[in-house]
């Protein structure tokens, strides 16, 4: 039996997300395909958890790995860009993304190189955009964040296409595969709250991961 590792975070691991006799994306993978999942993907964990924890139980060789990872090292500054979007400069905001990327950056290319020089395939996952506009799930997202950030999809996207920039360069750097998840999560049924997979965005990922899976039998 073929072999799947998921590493990551939420996109992945959603189960608390979404509702009762629905599924989680891992559940959607095990009931389309016969391969053996392991998911060691947790919700919240940021490209750090990813190096110093989830690269470390990778204790078998696999045949396919996905990575989904980048959002919640993007969702603990949030707040400060969005915030100073219409309180300074363009120049200045740029400087302000670029001192956070950066470090998100050099740790997603060291995940991506230990993975890349494993057996098997590696697929790696942007970022999606959210759904920030909708009227339900702001009361207690983002410990409070969520009336802050509520309005601000806009500037919201903008901070994660600076993200996605990073993960194309580094499939590209080491010849490695990209998923667009902003062409699968386009309509609000797609997220359980405005960042979660629900169970019909989450059955759409497993889709393409797995049409991903047999180009590559």
Known sequence: MKHMYLLGDSIIDNKVYVGPGEFSVLEHLESL?????????????????????????LDKTSDFTVLSIGGNDLLEHLPLLVDSINKKTFSRNLEIMNEFIDPIKDRYEKIVEHLSKKEGKLLLCTVYNGDFERDDGHEDFMFGFGDLLKGKQEAITVIGRVFND??????????????ELREIFTESIDYANPIEPSHIGGGKLAKKILEWTDAHE
Do not use: P
């Open 166 to 179: 990073v993960v194309y360069s580094t499939g590209k750097k080491f010849g490695v595969e990209v998923l």
């Open 33 to 57: 395909s016969d391969l053996d999942f392991s998911q060691l993907a947790v919700d919240g964990d940021t490209t750090v958890d990813v190096l110093n924890n989830q690269l470390e139980s």
